[in-house]
């Protein structure tokens, strides 16, 4: 429990860690009973009608060392409809501290909780890592990440590999503090019609609060009423003013740049979900952090990755129908394409 926050050791780019998963038998069998029961049966394949698929114990061994009663659950919709051997996973070691005191803020060398991604539909295993380290190097937030074999003890008594996985860092447990400086600003995880903040469907419920549970969400209204104030049409330069003070639209416009790049289609501009946003207390700008980029360097689903010159979203994106309508900001969005190409996605970078 007395480990410091160790990127070093846990996020170690330098070599593919081990991780053992130690389940009871019955905790093993009651988790596949748990999925079996909320793959939604009506809707898409694989979503979950449960937001909150329940935790299970289990033992984590990892560098001579065993934490107990981690909290493990099952994570994600689609990759969940193959219902392979290989599925995605999260972690939270101090999920069940009321039932068992001695876990009391029990961490991972720092860390309360991660996410494991199976690489779904991903042959290289490699799109969610190569994503996240190419935003971070053009200085776009996006969180830490590196490779583990994960191992799982089914309560047989004996370890089964099950693949190599993605680690991430999760936003609201050491992210925010580490990137930003500070952890107090509101952080939502947008999801549904509001994520797209058009004027068809915006709606303040669709925009979870991460922490801060239950606090305004002015914020988020400003911003909304900012981003569609008439004075876009009226006086453009008033307008990217007012945007201005409240949105970091040139972080915005590097995060474009970076995902329209690598052709990461799903999220903002096709999907409405997999995008936070941080109310940074140190400049009072609302920020966009890049998530989930398993589906990434690929020509994507739902009419495709998105162009650069972003002309097949439709109306209902304002984000990146405003920015691109308007002259100042489509150019510096262009100049962000330029130098990251040159830059961070130039063949020998490294």
Not at 89 to 107: G, H, S
Not at 165 to 185: A, H, M, P, R, V
Request: hydrophobic share 30%; with cysteine; proline share 3%.
């Amino acid at each position: 429990n007395g480990f410091p926050v160790d990127y070093n050791q846990v996020f170690n780019q330098n070599e593919v860690q081990k991780m053992e998963f130690i389940f009871t038998k019955e905790n093993w069998d009651d988790m596949q009973d748990d999925l079996s029961s909320k793959v939604s049966q009506g809707g898409p394949p694989g979503q979950f009608d449960s937001e909150n698929p329940d935790y299970f114990p289990c033992t984590v061994k990892y560098n001579g060392l065993e934490w107990e009663n981690v909290g493990v659950r099952y994570k994600g919709n689609s990759s969940l409809r193959a219902r392979s051997g290989k599925l995605p996973f999260r972690m939270n070691f101090d999920k069940f501290e009321d039932e068992y005191p001695e876990i009391y803020n029990q961490r991972f060398y720092g860390f309360k909780e991660f996410s494991l991604s199976s690489n779904y539909n991903d042959a290289s295993l490699m799109r969610e890592k190569i994503a996240c380290d190419l935003f971070r190097d053009f200085n776009v937030p996006a969180v830490r990440t590196a490779f583990y074999e994960i191992y799982i003890d089914e309560g047989t008594g004996k370890s089964q590999y099950y693949g190599v996985y993605t680690l991430l860092e999760i936003i609201n447990d050491n992210f925010l503090k580490d990137w930003f400086g500070s952890e107090s600003g509101n952080c939502y995880k947008p999801d549904g019609d509001g994520a797209r903040f058009s004027t068809n469907g915006f709606d303040l419920g669709d925009f979870e609060q991460k922490n801060n549970e239950g606090g305004s969400k002015a914020d988020i209204q400003e911003l909304y009423d900012a981003l569609h104030s008439s004075s876009r049409t009226s006086n453009p330069a008033q307008w990217r003013d007012a945007l201005g003070s409240v949105f970091d639209i040139d972080g915005f416009l590097r995060y474009l740049a970076v995902n329209n790049t690598i052709q990461n289609w799903d999220t903002y501009g096709r999907m409405t979900h997999n995008y936070y946003l941080y109310h940074d207390p140190a400049d009072g700008l609302i920020k966009w952090i890049a998530w989930d980029n398993n589906e990434a360097f690929q020509d994507g689903k739902q009419g495709g990755a998105v162009s650069f010159g972003m002309t097949e979203v439709g109306t209902d994106w304002p984000f990146l129908n405003y920015i691109i309508a308007d002259d100042v900001y489509e150019q510096k969005y262009k100049d962000y394409i330029k130098g990251f190409i040159e830059g961070s996605f130039e063949n020998s970078s490294k």
